[in-house]
């Protein structure tokens, strides 16, 4: 009786091990066609808007919009390193976004495009940290993020150039009526 125990816990211990050599070789073969590079990022198609010369001293002195400028740059050549590093370092640079916005471009559609960029930037952070995400969904969420940034860039610079329009509004005088 004890020898057909212990051959049932060796015959058990023993195919319990080869199960997970090949559980190993499946996950690295899956990771590795999950895998993001610089050229998947360059098919991505979007409108990339610059910041203009006016809006750029203001954006400059952002140290949340410099922070994020530079994860963005990195994004564009395949390095997540930003959304996979440190948690901490990515949350509080997301809130200081929100919340640091300088007085002279602070309003409603420059809030709303941060709202809209500090989404898809946590979306892009939950995405990539999945094991289970396939390379589209890494990719989509990317795009949406490259995206988010260009429209923060794009209405800041009209924010520059709507205030250097110089309308002149006619004066009404008051007709008296008898």
């Known amino acids: 009786m004890k020898f057909i125990y212990s051959f049932f816990v060796?015959?058990?211990?023993?195919?319990?091990n080869s199960k997970s050599e090949t559980g190993t070789q499946v996950e690295t073969q899956v990771s590795d066609r999950s895998s993001i590079t610089k050229e998947d990022i360059a098919k991505l198609k979007y409108v990339d808007y610059s910041v203009d010369a006016k809006a750029k001293?203001?954006?400059?002195?952002?140290?949340a919009y410099s922070d994020i400028s530079r994860a963005i740059s990195q994004v564009k050549i395949a390095d997540l390193s930003f959304f996979t590093s440190d948690e901490?370092?990515?949350?509080?640079?997301?809130?200081e976004l929100g919340t640091t916005i300088p007085i002279k471009i602070n309003s409603d559609p420059i809030q709303a495009r941060v709202l809209a960029l500090t989404t898809k930037m946590y979306k892009l952070e939950e995405t990539i940290n999945l094991k289970t995400s396939d390379k589209?969904?890494?990719?989509?969420?990317?795009?949406?993020?490259?995206?988010?940034?260009?429209?923060?860039?794009?209405?800041v610079n009209k924010k520059y150039e709507k205030e250097a329009q110089n309308i002149i509004k006619p004066v009404f005088d008051e007709i008296e009526m008898e």
């Open 10 to 16: 060796l015959i058990t211990l023993m195919s319990c």
């Open 136 to 155: 589209k969904e890494k990719l989509s969420s990317i795009k949406d993020v490259l995206q988010a940034f260009s429209y923060l860039t794009l209405q």
């Open 88 to 95: 901490e370092i990515f949350m509080s640079t997301v809130k």
């Open 57 to 63: 001293t203001t954006l400059d002195s952002w140290q």
